[in-house]
């Protein structure tokens, strides 16, 4: 045996009662779990005594913005020190792949504020990629932090086949969107993700996300939907999805499942009912939440959907012309534009939390009321002024989330862990750097809302089983040896609002493939991740 772990508390992530166990690895795998009393101890080259720690599978952050980060930052601390040894990326319909040049360039900038890398900046990433193939090629060239496995992203997709046109595709158009969906997933792409609060994606009307479900189902994939609405509208938009998913008979997984904003108070319950209701009618659903209240997004992205249409260039001639502005800002303020979730912007719970250009550090940190009074200015002026100056590459914490919605859409059986973690900017939301010991930290140890291997089973079985990976996600013996180490008794997310980048404590130790990523609380210099990739369904 390569390696053998004496005496840890096996949380084995099925749910079940935690054990004591030594566990050996051999190969990349578990290769025997041995309890005291079960035949002989265990020997290896490599002993790691655990001394009472908890063992359990590594966390799965079913809803991560790493796409470039794996690419630029072989450390990648921000995750494997949580011991996420897993992530999936190409989230809410924007990413990197399938593009040409021209929707590169485009969805750079659009997603700047999530990855950097906007066009005409210095980058640290060499884009030798065109689709999602050439995309986990490249992340298994390079060596990666932790693995990573890849969703489809619609809004890029419809970018390339339609562009930022407010419009339903023609049939030529749906044609190419569905010859492109079945690429990324032939090349290994787990599903598809959209973001339809986000331009252009948000423009396919419900029928055109519905045949593009029915070719991610023909392959066994899911689709992760950044929905329409988690404000005004958001029971309905939460319908949509599970409607179109059931016509297309397609599994779904519903991103950062929330109820956000003032109108949704104390509502979750009406979602879970629902959720219920689909489930007990045979529909296929999971979900993944963060453990916070704000949430965290760009600062365009509230703008409304017609201001966003042509794309970037298009959105800052818009932002020129003080007749268009005035009429974006009464949408905004007064009607609730669609990008705000249909609620009026309240520019009190709008932080700043990133800037692409230095010259606006001074404006991180603040909500854009507080600068806004500062400059002796309206709010709507100062947010003009950022966008503007930043070239829409302002990253914000959005104040508008409710502590009794987030406890209860954690407890239902169908929840996943996600950290919706944005690396970007001088000051991130600290869930990129701590959701998965907050879970174990808080709302565990400190309250109560799960027990300690149910929720373990939220941050490992439950999404393995969701992405059909049939040797993760459990400590069994045959499964791969992606494995993390903490005490139960100390783990916490170091990260806080006001310092973000802090790593968390209690977790000495992370293993991916038996190799050890984190060792005895740092960062070794392995790099242990590959992309993961669909796997085959009735051999396709």
Known sequence: MDTVIRGARVVDGSGGPSYVADVALDDGRIAAVRTEGDGPRLSARHTLDADGLALAPGFIDMHAH????????????????????????GQDGLSYAPVDDRTLADVRQAIAGWNGAAPGAPSD?????????????????QGIAVNAAYLVPQGT?????????????????LTRMRQLVTEGLEQGAVGMSSGLTYTPGMYAPTAEL???????????????????????????????????????????HLAHATMNFGVNKGRAPELLTLLDDALAAGADITLDTYPYTPGCTTLVAMLPSWASEGGPDAVLARLADDDTCARVRHTMEVEGADGCHGVPIEWDTIEISGVTDDALRGYVGRTVAASARERGEEP???????????????????????????RAIMRHPVHTGGSDGILQGAKPHPRAYGTFPHYL????????????????AHLTSRPAARLRLPDRGLVREGYRADLVLFDPGTVAAGSTFEEPRQLPVGVPHVLIDGRPVIRDGRRTDVLAGRSIRRTPLNGR
């Open 66 to 89: 790493s796409d470039l980060a794996l690419l630029r930052d072989p450390d990648h601390s921000a995750k494997a020190a949580q011991g996420v040894t897993l992530e999936v990326v």
């Open 125 to 141: 990433v060499d884009f030798d990629w065109r689709t999602v193939g050439g995309y986990l090629d490249r992340l298994d060239r």
């Open 157 to 173: 997709v419809r970018m390339l086949a339609v562009g930022w046109e407010d419009r339903p595709a023609t049939a030529d158009e």
């Open 210 to 252: 519905t045949a593009l479900c029915r070719v991610v189902a023909h392959h066994g994939g899911y689709y992760c939907p950044h929905h329409r609405s988690y404000g005004a509208g958001a029971l309905g938009a939460y319908e949509e999805m599970v409607g179109l998913c059931r016509e297309a008979g397609c599994a779904l």
């Open 380 to 406: 709507f002026t100062t947010a003009r002024r950022l966008l503007t100056e930043d070239r829409l590459g302002t990253t914000i914490l959005q104040h508008v989330g409710h502590e009794e919605n987030v």
């Open 441 to 456: 930290g808080r709302y565990v140890r400190e309250l109560g809302v799960l027990s300690l291997e149910e929720c373990v």
